[in-house]
């Protein structure tokens, strides 16, 4: 079981309202994502439900019963950081096992949790060694490990691959989505980074300073997103929020274009601009281009779509993939 349920819940530091109210619904077994920029609180958020923060005022209710006022201990969640915060002088086994170990869990019990644990992250391998004779993604493991051996009710991730290069990055978030889908346990995630929100998440939830944005799924989310913030933070390249001439066209005060949803061609268009950049990136060609009485939009097009700087290009918006705005930045 792991539904967790927050009602009203708001955090202040001194006269700062951090979280000025939340209520959100976690249903067990979700992998839910708190996206948005830095400092939005999306860390506070989770700490709270964590119990390592108190709140200032509102319920958090874990399987049903109000855990507010319980110690971090005793709300059955596991927390992974962004720092794996392993113990440098006692082997990957060992850092699995102190959190059991502290528990006064027996021996033979430990070991069976520690061999399961290390299956399931591909660790066995690497039990005996320290942390200094691992990777940074098999560090990451064994922070992760040593939270699932605790057979948490839930996990709670914050930024936990913000400290790895790229490349391994996109790996660990395939290896947390699988082990989401193998243990089927709730997982609550934190980052700044809307491409992790979008390719792990059952459910997003977006965050600006301290209030939810928006909830759904990264499909809903990238269709019909809810105002601006939320349209110009899901997506990537950021969808082309335009105002004046283009935007009266349409009836709105604003209208957000994503760069796929533009019809590039080199012979004719609605609207007509020169290339600033051209990025050819193989699979896609993205062109920044000065549309003559817009500024400055930004289009996909294909891999072999051959404009380079400086070419006269033209522009066509699908009609069917516009979205508009009121002068309040909600969508109409
Ligand atoms: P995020 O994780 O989204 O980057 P945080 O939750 O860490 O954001 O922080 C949200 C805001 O709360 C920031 O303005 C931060 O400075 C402030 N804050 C966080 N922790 C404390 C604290 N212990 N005391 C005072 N202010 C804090
Ligand atoms: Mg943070």
């Known amino acids: 079981m792991g539904s967790i349920t927050l009602e009203k819940v708001s955090k202040s530091f001194g006269e700062a309202a951090v979280i000025p109210s939340i209520d959100l619904e976690i249903k067990d077994g979700e992998f839910v994502v ?10 506070t958020l989770l700490r709270l439900i964590a119990g390592l923060e108190d709140v200032t005022s509102g319920k958090i209710i874990i399987d049903g019963k109000d855990a507010t006022d319980r110690a971090p201990a005793e709300r059955g969640l596991a ?22 170990k502290m528990a006064g869990v027996d021996k033979a019990e430990i070991d069976r949790k520690i061999a399961d644990a290390a299956r399931v992250l591909n660790l066995t391998d690497y039990l005996d060694r320290k942390p200094r004779q691992l990777s940074g993604g098999q560090r990451q493991r064994v922070a992760i490990g040593r939270a699932i051996v605790r057979q948490p009710s839930a996990f709670l991730f914050d930024e936990p ?34 491409v992790e929100a979008m390719t792990m998440a059952d459910k997003i939830v977006v965050l600006n300073r301290g209030n939810i944005e ?19 933070f899901i ?30 061609s080199m012979d004719s268009g609605e609207w007509k601009g ?8 193989g699979a896609d060609t993205y062109l920044h281009v000065d549309v003559d009485g817009i500024g400055s939009v930004t289009a996909r097009g294909g891999g072999d779509f051959p404009a380079k700087a ?22 109409v």
């Open 235 to 264: 997506g990537s390249p950021k969808m082309n929020l335009l105002t004046g001439s283009a935007a009266k066209a349409f009836g709105a005060h604003t209208i957000g274009v994503r760069p796929e949803h533009m019809i590039l």
């Open 79 to 100: 927390m992974v950081f962004q720092s794996y915060a392993l113990y440098p002088h006692m082997s990957v086994r060992n850092n699995i096992a102190f959190p059991l």
């Open 214 to 232: 928006q909830v759904g799924s990264p499909l809903e989310l990238y269709r019909n997103p809810r105002n601006l913030f939320v349209a110009g």
């Open 274 to 281: 020169q290339v600033l950049v051209a990025e050819h990136l």
């Open 161 to 194: 691959l913000s400290n790895l290069d790229a490349a391994l990055r996109v790996n660990m978030r395939l290896e947390i989505s699988e082990l989401h889908q193998q243990l089927k346990t709730t997982m609550i995630y934190v980052t700044h980074d809307q």
């Open 34 to 43: 708190f996206v948005g920029p830095s400092g939005c609180g999306k860390s």
């Open 310 to 331: 400086g070419d006269m290009v033209y522009l066509s918006v699908d009609k069917n993939r516009v979205h508009k705005f009121n002068e309040g930045g909600l969508a």
